[in-house]
């Protein structure tokens, strides 16, 4: 109980990346055939369309391996008050959510970059307290 008052703020990042990254990982996997067809559409225009499958699947594992780390770091750093594989997480939430900024940007989707942006401050913001 003493972490969990120790490090309130990065526990309840933790928890934020986990809930993003999961449930977006989920829904790829669970509905791959209707994510696949709008980012079709998506990139249609880009340099990225012909590649669409093999981007949705290098995000997906991005976002499982984020939100894998951050569980395995949220109960570290609980149990033994050791942030660094929560760091590890947080590090590739940011990795995976500048993938998708990426493609926003490609796709000339500004409103969806923007979005992508202010998942990346609490994101970079978790970065920056477990690296201290």
């Known amino acids: 109980m003493t972490n969990v008052l120790t490090y309130p703020t990065e526990l309840l990042l933790l928890l934020f990346l986990i ?5 977006s990982a989920l829904d790829k996997i669970l509905d791959w055939k209707g994510n696949l067809s709008w980012l079709k559409e998506h990139f249609s225009q880009t340099s990225f369309k012909n590649v669409v499958p093999l981007l949705m699947g290098t995000v997906m594992v991005a976002e499982i391996m984020a939100g894998i780390l951050c569980t395995i770091g949220f109960y570290m750093l609980i149990v033994q008050g050791n942030g660094s594989v929560a760091l590890a997480g947080a590090i590739l939430s940011c990795i ?4 998708l900024l ?5 796709a000339k989707d500004y409103d969806g970059a923007r979005t992508i942006a202010i998942y990346f401050i609490p994101a970079i913001f978790l970065v920056f307290l477990l690296n201290t």
């Open 102 to 106: 990426l493609g926003q940007r490609v």
């Open 19 to 23: 809930i993003t990254f999961l449930q």
């Open 96 to 99: 995976a959510l500048l993938m």
